[in-house]
């Protein structure tokens, strides 16, 4: 039986299954601060049908390596609309994000498209532009897979809604 990919088909299929489904974490026991942190804030994205479809798309693994509190290091896998988030930084990771958990909390704040633009012209969105400059904040990555990258950072952007 084949499933009708049109808009409603889309969506209808994306509601039906709960945020908790879409997500597995490896070892929540182990978890630390960072990682609970990215454990609630995907289980909310994952809550939006349009959120839910853009990771249907992403074959993407994303690690996040604060340089300052290693032990915190976090791996987020999205793969055929689920999200798999681990301990530690799984090798060959498409992109690395090196920098501390206040920058990253604030980076997912960046709104996706136009909007983006303007919030950089913020007092918020200069800092994070500096945090860059300064190699505060760095992409390992994202010069072989900027439209990776892109995908990601509207899959983190507050939705517009």
Do not use: W, Y
């Not at 999205?78 to 909390?105: D, N, Q, S, W």
């Not at 919030?119 to 439209?147: A, C, Y």
């Amino acid at each position: 039986m084949r499933k009708e990919r049109g808009r409603g088909g889309a969506a209808a299929n994306a509601a039906a299954v709960e945020p908790r489904e879409r997500l597995a974490v490896k070892d929540p026991d182990g978890m630390h601060v960072l990682g609970r942190f990215f454990q609630a804030m995907l289980l909310n994205l994952l809550k939006d049908p349009h959120k839910v479809r853009e990771a249907e798309g992403m074959d993407l693994v994303v690690a996040i390596d604060p340089p300052a509190h290693p032990d915190s290091a976090l791996t987020l896998t999205l793969r055929r609309g689920g999200v798999t988030l681990e301990t530690g930084i799984a090798p060959g990771a498409h992109l690395v994000l090196r920098c501390e958990p206040l920058v990253l909390m604030r980076l997912a704040r960046v709104p996706a498209g136009l909007a983006a633009m303007r919030f950089l012209g913020t007092r918020e969105g200069k800092d994070l532009v500096g945090r860059v400059r300064s190699g505060e904040l760095r992409i390992k990555g994202i010069s072989r897979h900027p439209l990776r990258m892109m995908r990601f950072s509207r899959f983190l952007a507050p939705s517009a809604a």
